[in-house]
C-alpha cells in the first residue's frame, strides 16, 4: 500500500482550491437514480469513494461516464433494485441509494451497512422514515428488503438529526403522493445543495439546511445539471494545516458562511481569519496556539469530520484542551497513533483530554480512517523529523490530491507507491 513521507517544520504558504464536496456529490450521485434523462455534475472530486458510488450504481443500470471533473449519469433505463454485498459494504454511503431506488421501483434490496471503524451507524431512522411513507421493511440475511405498492407523503420526526436518513428520506419523497414533512431533520449544507439538485431536475423541496424540510411529491423528475458545492471539511482541514503551521493559508472555492463554527474555534486557538470573499478566506497561524475545548455536533455544530485533524493541533498548543464527541461514539483511533508521535492524550468515555506539548516527534504511523489519516498528515508537517503514514488508502476515499495540494502550500511531502509483491 502507498505511503505519505512528510518531514515536518515547514511553515504553509499560499492557496489552495477546494474539490468537489465529498458527501454532497455521494447524495447526488444516489438521487440520480430518481431522474428520466441524462445529468450532468460537475466539480465532481477523483475519490474512491466516488467511485465506488459509480460502481454501485452501474450495477443497477445506470450509465456513468467521467468527463473531466464531470459525471454524466443516466438512469432512465433502471434494472436491477438490488446491489451486491461486495460493492455496497465498501462505503456506507451506499445504503443512500435506498429511498430513491424504491421511489422508481417500488422496491429495493440493500445489505446492511454494518459496523464500520468509527462506531455501529444503524440506520433505524432511514427506515422509520420509509415506513411512514407506506414502505414495507423486511430484514433478512444482512440485507435490507423494502416494498412499497405506493409511496405517500407523511410527517416524519427524526429522534436524531441523521445526514444520511434525511438524505434517503427527502429522496424518497420526492416521488411520494403528497406531502413530506421531515422534522429535527439534519441542517448540513450537503444536505441544501441536494435539494438544490433536485429541484433543479423538477422535484419540490423547501426548507432544506433548516431543521424542518417540505416535500411535495411530483410524478417524475427529470435529466439536468449540477455544479457540486465546495468541501468544508477540506477546506476545514487546509486551514488548520495553515494555523498549525504558523503559516498563511488561503482556501477558495467554499461557502465561507458553511464554516463558521471551524472559522469561530481557530480564531479560539489564536489564529487570525479574515473573510476574502462568500467563497474564500484566509487564516494566519498565531505564534503560539492556545489549547481549547471542543464538542462534536450535528451542523450549526462543529463537525465530527474535522475533530481528529482540530485534535492533531490542540496536540501542540499550550495548555489542557477537552475534546468531546458526542457524534460517533469510537471516533479516536487517531488517538493511539498520535500518541506515537509524542501527544499526550487520555481518553475518558467520549472525552478527550489533550495537554499540549512542545512538540511532537516524526514516527511511522498508520491512518485508521478517513479524517484520522489527514489528521496524522498534519501532526507530521509539525513534527520533529520525517513522518511516515501508511494506508493511505483511507485518506484516498475522501481528499482530492492531499499531497499535491499540500506542496503546493510548500510542504516537504511526497507519497511513495507501494512496489508490487512478488512471487518467490
Ligand atoms: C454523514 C457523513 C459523514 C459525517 C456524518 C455526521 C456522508 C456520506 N457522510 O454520515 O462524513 O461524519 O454525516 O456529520 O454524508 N444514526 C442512528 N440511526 C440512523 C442513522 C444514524 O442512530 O438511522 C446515528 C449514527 O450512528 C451516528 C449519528 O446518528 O451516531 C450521525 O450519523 P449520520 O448523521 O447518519 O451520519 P452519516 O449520514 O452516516
Same mark, same amino acid.
Given at each position: 500500500?502507498?505511503?505519505? %513521507?512528510?518531514?515536518?517544520?515547514?511553515?504553509?504558504?499560499?492557496?489552495?482550491?477546494?474539490?468537489?464536496?465529498?458527501?454532497?456529490?455521494?447524495?447526488?450521485?444516489?438521487?440520480?437514480?430518481?431522474?428520466?434523462?441524462?445529468?450532468?455534475?460537475?466539480?465532481?472530486?477523483?475519490?474512491?469513494?466516488?467511485?465506488?458510488?459509480?460502481?454501485?450504481?452501474?450495477?443497477?443500470?445506470?450509465?456513468?461516464?467521467? =468527463?473531466?471533473?464531470?459525471?454524466?449519469?443516466?438512469?432512465?433505463?433502471?434494472?436491477?433494485? &438490488?446491489?451486491?454485498?461486495?460493492?455496497? $459494504?465498501?462505503?456506507?454511503?451506499?445504503?443512500?441509494?435506498?429511498?430513491?431506488?424504491?421511489?422508481?421501483?417500488?422496491?429495493?434490496?440493500?445489505?446492511?451497512?454494518?459496523?464500520?471503524?468509527?462506531?455501529?451507524?444503524?440506520?433505524?431512522?432511514?427506515?422509520?422514515?420509509?415506513? &411512514? !411513507?407506506?414502505?414495507?421493511?423486511?430484514?433478512?440475511?444482512?440485507?435490507?428488503?423494502?416494498?412499497?405498492?405506493?409511496?405517500?407523503?407523511?410527517?416524519?420526526?427524526?429522534?436524531?438529526?441523521?445526514?444520511?436518513?434525511?438524505?434517503?428520506? !427527502?429522496?424518497?419523497?420526492?416521488?411520494?403522493? @403528497?406531502?413530506?414533512?421531515?422534522?429535527?431533520?439534519?441542517?448540513?449544507?450537503?444536505?441544501?445543495? +441536494?435539494?438544490?439538485?433536485?429541484?433543479?431536475?423538477?422535484?419540490?423541496?423547501?426548507?432544506?439546511?433548516?431543521?424542518?424540510?417540505?416535500?411535495?411529491?411530483?410524478?417524475?423528475?427529470?435529466?439536468?445539471? %449540477? $455544479?457540486?458545492?465546495?468541501?468544508?471539511?477540506?477546506? @476545514?482541514?487546509?486551514?488548520?494545516?495553515?494555523?498549525?503551521? *504558523?503559516? *498563511?493559508?488561503?482556501?477558495?472555492?467554499?461557502?465561507?458562511?458553511? !464554516? @463558521?463554527?471551524?472559522?469561530?474555534?481557530?480564531?479560539?486557538?489564536?489564529?487570525?481569519?479574515?473573510?476574502?470573499?462568500?467563497?474564500?478566506?484566509?487564516?494566519?497561524?498565531?505564534?503560539?496556539?492556545?489549547?481549547?475545548?471542543?464538542?462534536?455536533?450535528?451542523?450549526?455544530?462543529?463537525?465530527?469530520?474535522?475533530?481528529?485533524?482540530?485534535?492533531?493541533?490542540?496536540?501542540?498548543?499550550?495548555?489542557? $484542551?477537552?475534546?468531546?464527541?458526542?457524534?460517533?461514539?469510537?471516533?479516536?483511533?487517531?488517538?493511539?497513533?498520535? =500518541?506515537? !508521535?509524542?501527544?499526550?492524550?487520555?481518553?475518558?468515555?467520549?472525552?478527550?483530554?489533550?495537554?499540549?506539548?512542545?512538540?511532537?516527534? @516524526?514516527?511511522?504511523?498508520? $491512518?485508521?480512517?478517513?479524517?484520522?489519516?489527514? &489528521? +496524522?498528515?498534519?501532526?507530521?508537517?509539525?513534527?520533529?523529523?520525517?513522518?511516515?503514514?501508511?494506508?493511505?488508502? %483511507?485518506?484516498?476515499?475522501?481528499?482530492?490530491?492531499?499531497?499535491?495540494?499540500? *506542496?503546493?502550500?510548500?510542504?516537504?511531502? %511526497? *507519497?511513495?507507491?507501494?512496489?508490487?509483491?512478488?512471487?518467490?
Amino acid at each position: 500500500m502507498d505511503s505519505l %513521507h512528510i518531514r515536518g517544520g515547514r511553515p504553509l504558504n499560499g492557496q489552495v482550491m477546494v474539490s468537489g464536496a465529498k458527501n454532497a456529490a455521494l447524495a447526488i450521485m444516489a438521487g440520480c437514480v430518481l431522474g428520466e434523462g441524462p445529468i450532468r455534475l460537475q466539480r465532481v472530486p477523483f475519490l474512491t469513494d466516488i467511485e465506488v458510488m459509480s460502481a454501485v450504481l452501474r450495477t443497477l443500470g445506470v450509465t456513468v461516464a467521467r =468527463q473531466g471533473d464531470s459525471l454524466v449519469i443516466d438512469a432512465t433505463h433502471i434494472d436491477n433494485g &438490488a446491489p451486491p454485498y461486495e460493492l455496497v $459494504s465498501k462505503m456506507r454511503a451506499s445504503f443512500f441509494i435506498l429511498g430513491p431506488l424504491v421511489a422508481r421501483l417500488g422496491k429495493a434490496s440493500i445489505p446492511l451497512p454494518g459496523g464500520c471503524a468509527i462506531g455501529s451507524r444503524p440506520v433505524d431512522l432511514h427506515l422509520k422514515g420509509l415506513k &411512514a !411513507m407506506g414502505c414495507e421493511v423486511v430484514i433478512d440475511h444482512g440485507t435490507v428488503h423494502v416494498t412499497a405498492e405506493k409511496l405517500v407523503g407523511a410527517p416524519v420526526y427524526l429522534d436524531y438529526p441523521s445526514v444520511g436518513a434525511t438524505e434517503n428520506i !427527502m429522496m424518497a419523497a420526492v416521488l411520494a403522493d @403528497g406531502r413530506t414533512t421531515i422534522e429535527n431533520a439534519a441542517q448540513e449544507p450537503e444536505i441544501a445543495d +441536494l435539494a438544490k439538485f433536485l429541484n433543479g431536475l423538477g422535484a419540490k423541496i423547501t426548507g432544506a439546511g433548516t431543521d424542518t424540510i417540505i416535500i411535495d411529491g411530483v410524478k417524475h423528475v427529470t435529466g439536468g445539471e %449540477h $455544479s457540486v458545492i465546495g468541501d468544508r471539511i477540506e477546506a @476545514g482541514t487546509y486551514l488548520i494545516a495553515g494555523a498549525m503551521t *504558523r503559516g *498563511r493559508v488561503q482556501v477558495q472555492g467554499v461557502p465561507i458562511d458553511a !464554516m @463558521g463554527a471551524i472559522l469561530s474555534k481557530l480564531q479560539e486557538v489564536g489564529a487570525m481569519i479574515s473573510i476574502d470573499s462568500p467563497e474564500s478566506c484566509t487564516v494566519f497561524g498565531p505564534d503560539f496556539l492556545r489549547a481549547t475545548d471542543l464538542r462534536t455536533l450535528p451542523f450549526p455544530g462543529f463537525p465530527t469530520d474535522l475533530q481528529a485533524p482540530f485534535m492533531a493541533m490542540l496536540a501542540v498548543a499550550r495548555g489542557t $484542551s477537552m475534546v468531546a464527541e458526542t457524534v460517533f461514539e469510537n471516533r479516536f483511533l487517531h488517538v493511539d497513533e498520535f =500518541q506515537r !508521535m509524542g501527544a499526550q492524550v487520555r481518553i475518558e468515555g467520549h472525552c478527550a483530554v489533550v495537554q499540549g506539548v512542545p512538540a511532537l516527534t @516524526g514516527a511511522h504511523v498508520q $491512518s485508521t480512517d478517513l479524517r484520522a489519516a489527514a &489528521a +496524522l498528515a498534519l501532526a507530521g508537517l509539525v513534527a520533529q523529523g520525517d513522518t511516515v503514514l501508511g494506508k493511505l488508502h %483511507h485518506l484516498d476515499r475522501g481528499y482530492e490530491n492531499f499531497d499535491g495540494k499540500l *506542496r503546493q502550500l510548500g510542504a516537504d511531502v %511526497h *507519497r511513495l507507491e507501494a512496489a508490487p509483491l512478488t512471487a518467490g
